[in-house]
Each structure stands twice: as C-alpha cells, then as structure tokens.
C-alpha cells in the first residue's frame, strides 16, 4: 500500500509539528509514505470564497500529484472533504474520481482503513474534542448531535486508547468554532464572538487541551486563547496520538 | 447593508447577544430531546424530503386538484402572480363587503407581500393577533424569527411597550400579566373584526382543505367569529393527501419547539353558515426558483425555525442582521433568488458548518445552497477589486509549486520576524481580536527535504 501524504498549505507553512506528527505516526504504523513535494492547496479558500472557477489550477495540480498513490491521507477533514465533495468542477478523469475516492482524513484512514484502535500514545492531560465540522457533518467522522441515529466518534475512538488522557464532555458537543475560512475575516465580530462561547464551553468543563482534526479551527481558537492569555492548550490530533509523553 | 454590518451592531451589546443565543439553543435543545425520542425521526425526514420533491415536480397538476375541490366545496380560489397581484386580491375582497377591522394570524407570505402597510394606506385596520407579532406590529419593526418573531425583544421591553400602547401598569416585565392584557387587547379585536386573514401550513389536493397550526389559537379564534375569512398560501404549501399530513406535522412541531403537536392544527373545508372563504394562491418568485435545479429543494421548508435555532451565527447576529422577510439560512438561500446584489452577503453569513441541513426536517441542503450561490455571486456580482486579484492571485501561486514555497517562506519570516504590534495592526481583520500563530523558521516541505537528503547521505 503506497500512501501520499497532503499537507495542507496552512499547516505546511505555520504549523509544520503537524505535519512531522502526522508523517511519524503513519512511519510508526509501517506505513510506506511518500510525501509528493509538488503539493500546494486543495483549492478550498479560493472556493469557498465564491471563485470555484480560479481554483481548478489547484485541484488539477493535486490530482496530478496525487494520482499514483492508493491512498491519500491528510491531517485535515476539512481539505479531504474539499476533495471529495467539491472536485466535480473539474473533467471527471479516472485519476481524478480515484483521487476523490480515495483521500482521507488521518483518524479515518488509521481506523478504518488500517484498522488499528490503540497507537501506543500517551497524554496524560484533560482534553476537549472539538469537532470541526468538515470532518463531522461532511466526512461524518462522527454523528452530529442533530441525527436521530446511534452515536459515534472514530476521534473519540482513537484518543479513548490514549494512556492517561482524560476526555472532558462539553455542553454544546459540536457548535461550530466560527473559523469558516474566510468567514472569520468577512464576518469577523461572529466568528471572534462564536470561537471565545466555544472556548468558554472548554474552559468550564475542566479542559486543559483542545484538539481537532483541523488546525484551521485550533489556530483561530488559539489566536483568540493568546490573545485573551487564557489558560488553555491547543493540539492538533496528530501531535496527541503521536505523544509519548 | 451587509450582513456582517449589521451582525456587528447587534454585537455592540454582547450580553444581549448570550442572552439571544442561549434563548434559541435552548428550543434547539428542546427539538433534540423531542426528535429522539422518535425511533424513525430520519426515515420520517426522508418521507418529507420525498413527498416534497414528488410535489414539486407536479405542481402544477396538485394546484389545479386542490383549486377544483376547494371550489366544490365552496370556497372561492384567487391566483397572484405576486405581492402586488395579493396584496390587490385580498383588498379587493375586504372593499367588496366594505371590512375595515381585520385580524390576521401568522403569515410569512402576507409579510413578504407586504400586506400590511398596504392594507393600511387604503385604510384598513390590520391586527397582528399572534403575541409575538402583535409585538413587534407594536414596536414598528420586522419579525426576527419565523416561528418566534419577537425573540430578540426580552420581557422588560415588551413591558414598556405595552405600557406605551396598551396603558398597562409596570410590572418588572412578569410574563403572566402582559399576556394576561395582551389577551384581552386581542380579544377586543377579535369580536370587533370585519375579516380574518390566516395563514396555510399544508393545502391538502385531494380534497381543498388546508390546516393551519398555532400554538395560542389565535387563527381560530379569527376565522370563526369574522363574517370573511381569506387564507393565503405560497403555491409551495400544497401537499397531495390529507394522510401526508401525518408525516409533516410531526415534522413541524417537533422540529419548531419541540412540542409532539402544535397546541392547534385547525383544519378547514367548508365556509361555515354565512361566512365567505377565500384561498389567494400566490407565486412571487416561487415557479423562478423552481426553475434552478440546485436551489429548488428550498421550497421544500415548512417554515419550522429550526435552521435559525441551530444557526451559530444566527443566534450571535440576530434576524434583523438579514434584512430579509425570512431570516437565517434558509432565508440566505431564498433571498439571493430575489435580488441577487441586494443579498449577496447572505450565503457569506456562515461557516457551512453544516448544522442547518442535519436539522433541516425536510433535509434541505440548505449548507450546499449556500456555497452555490457563493459560486453565482463571485461571477454575477460586482466584487471588490482586492478581493477579485486576491482570489485570482491565489489561484496562481496554489496552482504553480514554485511560486507557491518562495510566497511561503516570505509569509512565514514576517510572522516571525516582524513586531507583533505591527502584525496585528497591519489592516489585518484577523488580528483585531486573534493573534496570528508565529512563523516557525522552516516550513514542513523543508523540513522533509532536509530528512529526505539527511537519509541519502547517510545511506552513502
Ligand atoms: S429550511 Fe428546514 S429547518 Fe429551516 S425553516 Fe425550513 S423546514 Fe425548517
């Protein structure tokens, strides 16, 4: 099984931990990765921002990176749902149905794919999960809380084998964090407002950590955290399962 | 004025916005502990989403149906093409028998319509006898919520209101009293009215009835004691069989307040003994919208709230921050078929977070619409010149990987080298209420050539 690593361009730039956490785990799970270096953007920004049409130079360059891989796994569900939901704006070549096929978000991939629940980490910290919502009502990584149907969490899966990490329940288990891509600049007084009520939600509830699928919302929620010098941690899943601390 | 403009002053005051936030999570607290306590909530949802669709795309053969036994049974049918054509019918009606004193029951469409300023400049009285909208009727603004208009007002402010208007004495806003006055202020109303004008939640084809739900029985009490009752209904509140109804209105009330029934659902056929019935059935916009394959199922909304109540942004901005009849994101994706430049900040006003389809009765796509017409207002509307080069720009730089590391790495020095002063304060929206993360030297593309070189060599 040969895996393409995406970075996404965000993480590649400002938050490269993640990416390291991301890469060694996959190693450590003797999986063959290949991280492609012609790599840039999924295209999301540009799209989501309502220019679909000046993105299709992004998703042509991903397909083309990505296409001889058989899987394509990314620490972002928010990229990897890009992918799978939005590439139709581009020729529906074979290489680029098999790429939206097959790309998936870390936890996904490692549950579901290579099917391994305990990853040997430890964290002895008390962690809220925030679940961003690509990843949990596009990829349905988990059952949102507005669906009549039973409950899961392949996240929760995952972090619950995690030694000594303690899981803290929210109140809003998954209000979004107000990031939203361009939102949080077009709109900036509700995205700041919904990230300190989701923060809020974290710091009542004992938690120490917060950790997502998604550095997106973890770096609109840490900008607010420094900014508001609260007492509060931000990891990406990654760096978590990947700890041995 | 844009969405985010208007959000930004409803947020001047942020315990009004928690307060405003936390009134709406809890009815959307409400609907969950309802919703699950039905084993077959999602097979009922795709029952609605089905039944809708099936309609919809034999509109026209259900409208003439439901016009031929609504005949038969005696009421008579108007046609509007829109507003203009309704608000005209319904006047018509109300001059013929010379009504001067109308009470109306709940109608978003009479509100789309504009009915009631209308009415009022040929000197009509109309009385808004739902509490919440005689609410706001009073205090001269717009409904804030489709299901709870006057939701961004709180008890103290209704209190000095009704003061105002309906001479109450002060009484530290305590609910019990106000309704108590508001119930004989209707009352008043309701045996003095010429006419009853309702709305219609379901039209039934097979047999021209139509149902009408509320929670204070305010439609009945309008409809029964007025000589004229007129019943207006967007063409897209057909549905095909009475038996469909017991799928929508569990639907409906469960998802609105999370009751298992609204308190009435009145059904009405037949004009009573010397009443005149009337069904004004109107388009405005509605066979357009039909028309656009990717935001049709939009017609499908039974008008719960529910989008609003689980809306982050909404319940942190407020109705009135659309500027629209029908607020939230069910509004953000029927507004821009009206008028697209007037409301093309609306489709912007979310994260897509999704939330509003999970909840959505009738499944709704409403989070795609979204981004479609996100997709129709970067081509369609005029955009700001910085954000056009910004976005075309960016689609350069991610499509080329070269031009892509070296903009990277300039990014990643300034973030790191530059004060953080002159970082926040760069016009730089982000950093207003954020800090930005800093840059760390290398990015991860470098760090992984570095490893991978490092490995040669050290195989060497
Ligand atoms: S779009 Fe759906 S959730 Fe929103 S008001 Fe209509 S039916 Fe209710």
Redesign the interface.
Known sequence: MKVGLFIPCYINQLYPQVGKATLELLEKLKVEVVYPSGQTCCGQPMANSGFENESEGACINFVNNFKDFDYIVTPSGSCAYHVKKHYNIIQQTDDVIKVRKNVYELCDFILNVLKIKNLGASFPYKVGVHKSCHGLRGLRLGSSSELVIEPYSYIEELLKEVEGIELMPLDRSDECCGFGGTFAVTEDVVSAKMGKDKIQDHLRNGVEVITATDVSCLMHLEGLITRNKQPLQVRHIAEILNSTI | MS??KL??IF?KD?KK?DWH?KAL?FVRHKR?LS??Q??G??ELRNLGHGIKAHTLSHLDVYLEQFEANALKNGVQVHWAANGDEHNQIVHSILKADNAKKVVKSKSMLTEECHLNPFLEANDIEVIDTDLGERIVQLAKEKPSHIVLPAIHKNKLEVDELFQEHLGTEPCDGDPQYLTGEARKHLREKFIHADAAITGVNFAIAENGGFVVCTNEGNADMGAHLAPIHIACMGVEKIIPKQEHLGVFLRLLARSATGQPITTYSSHFRKPGKGVKMHIVIVDNGRSKQLSRPDFRASLHCIRCGACMN?C??YR??GGHSYDATIPGPIGSILSPGKDLTKYSTL?????????C???CPVKIDIHTQL?KW??????ETP?PFI??KS??A????????SL?GKV?AV??WA?RTLPKSLINAWPN??G??????V??K????Q???ERENNKKTDQK
């Open positions: 969405h985010s959000a930004g947020n942020e916005v936030d999570w969950d919703v699950h039905v084993k909530w999602e689980t982050p942004i942190r901005s489709p912007f006003a979310s994260t897509l977070c999704g939330s389809s999970d909840v981004y996100r997709q129709i207002i970067g081509k955009q954000k056009k976005m075309a960016m689609g350069k730089i991610f499509s080329k990987p892509y990277g990014a990643r973030l929206i982000w207003k209420t954020r800090d930005l993360p840059g760390p290398k990015s991860f593309d760090w992984y050539k």
